[in-house]
């Protein structure tokens, strides 16, 4: 079955970057676009990024624009979130979701959290 | 880009009756290939979202049949036809029909 696993959530300080990993697997993960969505303590779910299945189409929030990129290692079966300058409006639990029918979100990971905070 | 309003915020709901969202979009949700990718999510305390309906009203694997979604253009509804004790959580509208992809504010389902 598919899975998801997202990792190298943590504590950083405003300013600094972080890496967010997202492995896959119980699927060919070269075939399916891939998503990072976000949640902010207490508040509703926001969508961060988008890649294609072969990297070469990407997408971006305005709030994440130019200090967000997301990519991707098909022979890993793992999806990347490089997080730069971060804020701490950044705090969440971002997760990796892969691509559905219809454009939807269908399978999602447990999520990471990240805590920017001096 | 596209704002996507949900009514009512919160929806208190005695076991075994239904209950319905609506989610309403700024502009329409057709996509230039005549589909629209209106989906709705939901999240139950202390686990990730799931998809429960894709492209307005096909329920994705595994969702009972008691969720059932409709609309066109700019209005949608999910509706639950009896609530059962592990449908409460915050439930989402979501539009993919254009990017960036934008959720709802979330209406959170609880029992009477």
């Known amino acids: 079955q598919v899975q998801l696993v997202e990792s190298g959530g943590g504590v950083v300080q405003p300013g600094r970057s972080l890496r967010l990993s997202c492995a896959a697997s119980?699927?060919?993960?070269?075939?399916?676009?891939m998503h990072w969505v976000r949640q902010a303590p207490g508040k509703g779910l926001e969508w961060v990024a988008f890649?294609?299945?072969?990297?070469?189409?990407?997408y971006y929030a305005d709030s994440v624009k130019g200090r967000f990129t997301i990519s991707r290692d098909n022979s890993k079966n793992t999806l990347y979130l490089d997080m730069n300058t971060l804020r701490p409006e950044d705090t969440a639990v971002c997760y990796c979701?892969?691509?559905?029918?219809?454009?939807?979100?269908?399978?999602w990971g447990q999520g990471t959290l990240v805590t920017v905070s001096s | 880009d596209i704002v996507m309003t949900q009514t009512p915020l919160s929806s208190p709901v005695t076991l075994g009756q239904p209950a319905s969202i609506s989610c309403r979009s700024s502009q329409s949700l057709v996509h230039s290939d005549r589909n629209t990718y209106l989906s709705w999510l939901q999240v139950r305390p202390g686990q990730p979202p799931r998809l429960l309906i894709y492209k307005i009203s096909n329920r994705f694997s595994g969702v009972p049949d008691r969720f059932s979604g409709s609309g066109a253009g700019t209005d949608f509804t999910l509706k639950i036809s009896r609530v059962e004790a592990e449908d409460v959580g915050i439930y989402y509208c979501m539009q993919s029909t254009q990017f960036p992809h934008t959720f709802g504010q979330g209406t959170k389902l609880e029992i009477k």
């Open positions: 979701a892969k691509s559905a029918s219809g454009g939807s979100l269908g399978n």
């Open positions: 119980g699927f060919t993960f070269s075939s399916y676009g």
């Open positions: 890649i294609s299945y072969d990297g070469s189409d990407k």
